[in-house]
T-cell receptor, first 112, second 112 residues
Framework: DSGVTQTPKHLITATGQRVTLRCSPR?????VYWYQQSLDQGLQFLIQ???????AKGNILERFSAQQFPDLHSELNLSSLELGDSALYFC???????????FGDGTRLSIL | QKEVEQDPGPLSVPEGAIVSLNCTYS??????FMWYRQYSRKGPELLMY????GNKEDGRFTAQVDKSSKYISLFIRDSQPSDSATYLC????????????FGKGTTLSVSS
């Protein structure tokens, strides 16, 4: 158990809908990262937050947004969903800068 | 050319064999190198974390980094059926941020 908790484990929804994925980092970790894993692209970095502030952005679509709350949990919001958004979404956390990242077990998003 | 290349396998070995997993990369700015293990329907689990060149050993696992060749390896000694999983290499450039760049993973199967 990595200590990173993600909910829900599985989401099934339709095109055009909006969903929210939640992540609770390991106790003491200030950084939260979101990654997307698909069969063709592998694991791709989306966005990072550190102690409530956005610190880095990767290949995140404009339809996607995230935030980190004062209690350090984070949410990833995906809107206007398309079939191609079906993937595994992972959250990772670390103590700080350039420290090992520990991953949760992900949320499997299926768009019908 | 992708930043990180990893042979997807699959790699099949008998129990007790020595396994060698490898990644090559193109960005000479990468300084941090990691190996993750991912079981089906689970998140990546951090196995090894190294900074710059050299070797690091942890139990049956040895990580090697050769920055001059832009080549990293993970060796698994006395492989066990429980080692059957997908192994992902990851790396980061501390000057560009802390996002991890992943290889696509090598699937390993250890038969008893």
């Amino acid at each position: 158990d990595s200590g990173v908790t993600q909910t829900p484990k599985h989401l099934i929804t339709a095109t055009g809908q909006r969903v929210t994925l939640r992540c609770s980092p390991r106790s003491g970790d200030l950084s939260v990262y979101w990654y997307q894993q698909s069969l063709d692209q592998g694991l791709q970095f989306l966005i990072q937050y550190y102690n409530g502030e956005e610190r880095a952005k990767g290949n995140i679509l404009e339809r996607f947004s995230a935030q980190q709350f004062p209690d350090l949990h984070s949410e990833l919001n995906l809107s206007s969903l398309e079939l191609g958004d079906s993937a595994l979404y992972f959250c990772a956390s670390s103590v700080g800068w350039n420290q090992p990242q520990h991953f949760g077990d992900g949320t499997r998003l299926s768009i019908l | 050319q992708k930043e990180v290349e990893q042979d997807p396998g699959p790699l099949s070995v008998p129990e007790g064999a020595i396994v060698s997993l490898n990644c090559t990369y193109s960005n000479s700015a990468f300084q941090y190198f990691m190996w993750y293990r991912q079981y089906s329907r689970k998140g990546p689990e951090l196995l090894m974390y190294t900074y710059s060149s050299g070797n690091k050993e942890d139990g049956r696992f040895t990580a090697q980094v050769d920055k001059s060749s832009k080549y990293i390896s993970l060796f698994i000694r006395d492989s066990q059926p429980s080692d059957s999983a997908t192994y992902l290499c990851a790396m980061s450039d501390p000057q560009a941020g802390t996002a991890l760049i992943f290889g696509k993973g090598t699937t390993l199967s250890v038969s008893s």
